[in-house]
């Protein structure tokens, strides 16, 4: 994955990284992506446990957090404000298949388009 960031001109410390997959090897494989001032955002839920060595936090001067996306007590508002379409979301997403998934990071990657992919198994 380094390689493949050098590839695309990226910079070597201060990555975002967002697992989302909610699977333990999603978990983990986000986890050793961590690097110099990486911040990792845990989105995706498993029940399963995944074994990390936590020590990299500290070693790489990273931060990892967990959200489902907004405060629990907001969701009652977030949710009305999609459904009355006062917060439109669909315009700003898009669906690729999961098969797709190399040519979906190479796009979100060259930000060809600004929309938020969504992969479906």
Same mark, same amino acid.
Request: with cysteine.
């Given at each position: 994955m380094q390689q493949l960031a050098r590839d695309w001109g990226a910079a070597r410390h201060g990555w975002k990284?967002?697992?989302c997959s909610g699977h333990p090897g999603g978990q983990e494989t986000a986890f050793g992506l961590l690097g110099t001032a990486a911040t990792l955002a845990v989105v995706g839920f498993t029940r399963e446990k995944? *074994?990390?060595?936590? *020590?990299?936090?500290m070693a790489f001067d990273a931060d990892a957090f967990g959200t489902w996306?907004?405060?629990p007590h907001r969701y009652p508002e977030a949710v009305d404000l999609v459904a009355s379409g006062k917060v439109e979301v669909l315009p700003f997403t898009r669906k690729m298949p999961m098969e797709e998934i190399n040519a979906a990071l190479a796009e979100a990657g060259a930000g060809a388009d600004p929309r938020r992919i969504i992969l479906v198994p």
């Open positions: 990284i967002f697992e995944v *074994s990390l060595r936590l *020590s990299n936090l996306g907004c405060p």
